[in-house]
């Protein structure tokens, strides 16, 4: 059974930073694309950041592009997440998504919110 827990969420203000932390267990974790995706209340979830299973490939939105960093260490099966400058826009729950063979799995989030 695929499992993804995130942690590292909270509340701070903008201007600072956060570091989310998604551990897999139950795949092949170096087999597997991995990602963050965010839902702020009222609105659907949306793409963050995603990494190529070997870690080389890094892709974001373009409203978190230069502010945050997506990286993984495969020995410890964990993806992280770290996340500077923080604005307020950026308040939502943070999912972590697992890509391997051809399926998608969910973490159940972690709360991100960011006062003014």
């Known amino acids: 059974q695929v499992q993804l827990v995130e942690s590292g969420g909270g509340l701070v203000q903008a201007g600072g930073s956060l570091r989310l932390s998604c551990t897999a267990s139950?795949?092949?974790?170096?087999?597997?694309?991995m990602g963050w995706f965010r839902e702020a209340p009222g609105k659907e979830r949306e793409f963050v950041a995603a990494?190529?299973?070997?870690?080389?490939?890094?892709y974001y939105a373009d409203s978190v592009k230069g502010r945050f960093t997506i990286s993984r260490d495969n020995a410890k099966n964990t993806v992280y997440l770290q996340m500077n400058s923080l604005k307020p826009e950026d308040t939502a729950v943070y999912y972590c998504n697992a890509h391997w063979i051809t399926v998608d799995y969910w973490g159940k989030g972690a709360l991100v919110t960011v006062s003014s």
């Open positions: 139950g795949l092949t974790f170096s087999s597997a694309a």
């Open positions: 990494i190529s299973r070997g870690g080389s490939m890094t």
